[in-house]
């Protein structure tokens, strides 16, 4: 799996800003008490969610992802569940809060695809509970063709251009590792912002917040009790 290759590199590609913007929208809509982390990468954020008092249960598709979340959550003395998850599959568990950051929802390679992980995390919800995530621009995506980077510190080298479908991007990693090269490609795909809140109301959310910034937009939404 890419982000079993990409586990022990993960964080170079993390940006803190997002991270504290939504520990803000966290503190500003939800309450203590049970939370999912949807795509948790490393476990930074779900660490930080369980020192505010959450009790946190965290997921990604990546096992070496889990196992540096496992380590992060030991080393702060927090207990934390943790399990591979993928959104198109039931949850089966209810929360008070779900969280997906950092570009997880466009993994999803369809609309057809974020409706129905949107519907598998409204089922997931205890009544009025709240849902954050965030999808990139298409702008931005878009402007990522033919972007290159060199990271001397983890010693990788970053190239993407654009994939097949209309506000998509794929970005080839290339890794050294031992002196051998590994080369992974991630593969991502946006929408207008306005499909994307279409689903969510279809779904039955309502949105509380919609929270700009230069790359992504940041949604707050909760769970209604009737669909719009």
């Not at 950051?101 to 992980?117: R, T």
């Amino acid at each position: 799996m890419s982000y079993d290759i990409l586990a022990n590199f993960y964080d170079a590609f993390v940006d803190q800003d997002v991270y504290d913007e939504y520990l803000e929208l966290l503190d500003k809509f939800t309450s203590i008490g049970t939370l999912l982390d949807i795509g948790c990468g490393t476990g930074t954020l779900s660490v930080e969610f369980a020192k505010r008092g959450y009790t946190v249960t965290a997921s990604d598709l990546s096992e070496e992802m889990l196992q540096i979340a496992r380590y992060r959550a030991v080393q702060n003395d927090i207990n934390m569940e943790l399990f591979v998850y993928d959104m198109l599959d039931p949850i089966g568990f209810q929360f008070d809060t779900v969280v997906a950051s950092m570009d997880v929802i466009n993994h999803l390679s369809d609309l057809e695809d974020v409706q129905f992980g949107l519907t598998n995390i409204y089922q997931a919800l205890n009544p009025n509970g709240v849902f954050i995530f965030d999808v990139l621009s298409s702008d931005y995506i878009d402007a990522l063709d033919g972007y290159s980077e060199d990271d001397s510190e983890y010693n990788f080298h970053w190239e993407c251009h654009k994939g097949q479908n209309p506000h998509s991007i794929i970005h080839t990693v290339t890794l050294k590792l031992e002196d051998e090269e590994h080369k992974v490609e991630i593969h991502e795909q946006t929408h207008d912002l306005d499909q994307y809140l279409r689903i969510v109301k279809l779904v039955g959310f309502s949105i509380l917040e919609i929270k700009s910034m230069p790359e992504r937009t940041i949604i707050v939404a909760q769970k209604s009790e009737i669909k719009e």
